[in-house]
């Protein structure tokens, strides 16, 4: 008797320890579970959308985060004006020939959209607020504000935010962070390599100049442009100023506005086919009477030059402003 009692308590013995770890593999499969299943919640310039899983396929309407994208390692499945991309982005990394083109970034195609079966679309909302119902209906769409109105950030700031936010969505945080200290980075070199270039006049003015109605028209960059912003991160400082806020960072106007701003050095940036300086202002005494133009403190940057994009772009462009200072 007493040794079939032992038996008995051997067997209950055992069937509790099998219990215990059947209910320790069922809580560890639980919560493993609820791991991979955890939902991400991402906030535009207009909402929150939340997302039960990461997105797979994605369509990118402003060339900005299809520039993200390919930061993270993610590849488009759509994207719009993908032939005007590669003339403007200069990034090394290349978007796939896989990529589909859903039309132009002003009116992308919504049927291409639509049968790309996308799980999230990526847009500025500034382009698109009239279609964003139509978007919606295809897929959950974030819409970004590249843009902030005055007194709610800058470009710069906003950029990495907006690139963090969509390392967030895809679960690439730490992608995300070595590609902003990437930048940074670079920034503290090319910074550097100025200092050691003895560049006597930190000063500047950047340019962009173009023909409109045949007549001479520069943009010129205020300080809450993007790449102002980067150009005084490589201890460079805007001499430009003028009254009032522009969203976009910059004012328009004739060669006479330069007239405050000449002891500055002047980086512009023009196409080739169109150089108003070596066009129609050359001659022009409002502009060759400059004390930058005299003294040969002009500085052109490539005709491609993208002051819009996301962190590699703005690599490129810290390199850009360091080439034509330094060599």
């Not at 396929?57 to 993908?82: F, K, N, S, T």
């Amino acid at each position: 008797m007493r040794k079939k009692g032992l038996i008995i308590y051997f067997i209950a013995v055992v069937f509790l320890l099998a219990a215990c770890g059947n209910n320790e593999g069922t809580q560890e499969s639980d919560e493993n579970t609820n791991e991979s299943t955890e939902s991400i919640t991402v906030t535009d310039a207009y909402d929150e959308t939340t997302f039960e899983e990461v997105p797979e396929r994605v369509v990118v309407l402003e060339w900005v985060y299809a520039e993200d994208l390919l930061a993270l390692g993610i590849q488009p499945v759509g994207m719009a004006d993908i032939e005007n991309y590669h003339n403007w982005v200069n990034i090394e990394l290349e978007l796939s020939e896989d990529v589909v083109d859903v039309g132009t970034r002003q009116e992308p195609n919504l049927e291409a959209i639509a049968e790309l079966n996308p799980d999230v679309i990526i847009t500025a909302g500034y382009r698109h607020e009239g279609i964003m119902d139509s978007l919606e209906e295809i897929a959950p769409t974030l819409a970004f504000n590249p843009y902030p109105e005055e007194g709610q950030g800058n470009q710069f700031e906003e950029m990495k935010t907006t690139f963090n936010k969509l390392g967030t969505l895809f679960q690439k945080e730490d992608k995300a962070t070595e590609v902003i200290n990437g930048m940074e980075e670079t920034f503290t070199s090319v910074a550097q390599e100025i200092s050691d270039a003895n560049v006597e006049n930190n000063s500047f003015v950047l340019s962009q100049a173009y023909t409109s109605d045949n007549n001479p028209v520069l943009r010129l960059f205020k300080d809450n442009a993007m790449a102002v912003q980067i150009m005084e991160q490589l201890g460079l400082e805007n001499a430009y100023e003028s009254e009032g806020f522009q969203l976009y960072g910059y004012d328009e106007a004739s060669v006479e506005a330069l007239q405050n701003f000449q002891d500055a050095n002047f980086f512009y940036i023009v196409q080739e086919d169109d150089n108003i300086f070596t066009n129609q202002l050359a001659g022009n005494p409002a502009w060759e009477n400059l004390s930058f133009v005299e003294e040969g403190n002009t500085y052109g940057l490539p005709g491609d030059t993208w002051t819009y994009g996301g962190p590699l772009s703005a690599e490129v462009f810290a390199n850009q402003i360091k080439n034509a200072l330094t060599e």
